[in-house]
């Protein structure tokens, strides 16, 4: 099998971060959606500068468990990352066309589990690793939507007595709530398409093969800035379309609904990235958006929108983990 020219790895992986933007991009507005604190176009900058900010501060630990944990991108190669990132963006592609915000973690590692199992056989993935990624995902899960009811009853405490200026400040507060909830996404989900970046640019230099080698990964400046603008770019042309399945068909959000959710989410994201852990941003909001309608009345969410979303997410891993081996074997075929 031929090696892809690094222009095509460049543009499986930006074409992916993209529809990233689409999904979880989507997904990350939902909540300024329905709680009408920004327009669409408020709440992606709000979201972009906080993520800048993330990897500066939380480091670039995810980046380096998606190329090193799941398989072993370096020594496999660039045809499994060209199969891995098509994979995936096949899977996004799908669930954007049907307005389902899925897991694009899930899309990732299932495209890469795939692939790799192509590429090496059961050998070519590290299977504890995988399953450690599933584990983590369900405990954000647990966590965000625990935490989502908790900042609920909170809020809602301490607003019992509030006079009628209240809706107006938490619609403020939701501009710093954004903050975290984009720096969130840039410490944990942006640095999957960051760590790709980087391990094309290091296969394309000396240093950066000899530092892969020796189970380094430098992540510099402009593969973050990549991950961050393709995400934009894609959140930007096609976030609109999810985020309304989020903020409006869910249930009708209020404000404190809104920051409930984006201070639960965003703080169990950020803890994930701190222990390097690839879970989704957008799952753990969904969890606590769900948790917190739940505390409101049980009722209230539509648990048949909430059930579709649970069978996007059902079927995303072996969906991917088929795309991101087939790809590869078509790649090998020609």
């Given at each position: 099998?031929?090696v892809?020219p690094?222009?095509?790895l460049?543009?499986?992986t930006a074409a992916?971060?993209v529809m990233?933007?689409?999904n979880?991009g989507?997904?990350l ?12 176009s408020?709440?992606?900058v709000?979201l972009?500068?906080g ?9 670039t ?5 998606v190329v ?5 991108l370096p020594?496999l190669g660039?045809?499994?990352l060209?199969a891995?990132a098509?994979g995936?963006?096949?899977v ?10 899925t ?7 299932g495209a ?6 192509a590429a090496a056989?059961?050998?070519?993935v590290?299977?504890?690793q995988?399953?450690?990624v599933l584990?983590?995902?369900a405990a954000?899960l647990?966590i965000?939507?625990a ?9 809602h ?7 009628e200026?209240a809706p ?7 501009g710093?709530?954004?903050l975290l909830?984009?720096?969130a996404?840039g410490g944990?989900?942006a640095q ?5 970046f980087?391990l094309?640019g290091?296969w394309?230099s000396?240093?950066?093969?000899s530092?892969l080698a020796?189970?380094h990964?430098?992540?510099?400046a402009?593969a973050?800035?990549?991950a961050?603008l393709?995400?934009g ?5 096609g976030g ?8 409006e068909?869910l249930?009708?959000l ?8 984006q201070?639960a ?16 941003s957008?799952?753990?909001a969904?969890?606590?958006l769900?948790?917190?309608?739940a505390a ?7 648990w048949s ?9 059902a079927v995303?891993?072996p969906?991917a983990?088929?795309c991101g081996a087939?790809l590869y ?6």
């Amino acid at each position: 099998m031929g090696v892809p020219p690094a222009w095509s790895l460049y543009a499986a992986t930006a074409a992916y971060n993209v529809m990233s933007g689409f999904n979880s991009g989507g997904n990350l507005l939902g909540t300024f959606v329905g709680a009408r604190a920004f327009t669409l176009s408020g709440a992606a900058v709000v979201l972009l500068a906080g993520a800048v900010a993330a990897p500066w501060i939380v480091g670039t630990a995810v980046a380096h468990t998606v190329v090193f944990a799941v398989v072993a991108l370096p020594r496999l190669g660039p045809p499994v990352l060209l199969a891995a990132a098509g994979g995936a963006l096949l899977v996004l592609l799908l669930c954007w066309w049907r307005a389902l915000p899925t897991n694009t973690t899930l899309a990732l590692i299932g495209a890469l589990a795939g692939a790799g199992l192509a590429a090496a056989g059961r050998g070519g993935v590290v299977w504890g690793q995988v399953w450690q990624v599933l584990v983590s995902l369900a405990a954000a899960l647990a966590i965000g939507a625990a935490a989502g009811a908790l900042a609920w009853a909170g809020l809602h405490a301490a607003l019992r007595h509030a006079d009628e200026r209240a809706p107006r400040l938490l619609r403020g507060l939701q501009g710093i709530t954004g903050l975290l909830q984009g720096f969130a996404y840039g410490g944990n989900d942006a640095q999957r398409a960051m760590g790709l970046f980087a391990l094309v640019g290091a296969w394309e230099s000396a240093a950066g093969r000899s530092a892969l080698a020796a189970g380094h990964l430098p992540v510099p400046a402009w593969a973050v800035w990549s991950a961050l603008l393709t995400f934009g770019a894609g959140m930007a042309l096609g976030g609109a379309r999810v985020a309304r399945t989020i903020g409006e068909r869910l249930y009708r959000l209020r404000s404190a609904d809104a920051l409930s959710v984006q201070v639960a989410a965003g703080l169990t994201v950020v803890a994930a990235a701190a222990a390097g852990w690839p879970v989704s941003s957008t799952q753990t909001a969904t969890a606590a958006l769900l948790a917190v309608g739940a505390a409101r009345r049980v009722s209230l969410p539509r648990w048949s929108q909430a059930g579709r979303l649970a069978l996007a997410w059902a079927v995303t891993l072996p969906l991917a983990l088929a795309c991101g081996a087939g790809l590869y074997a078509l790649e090998a075929a020609r």
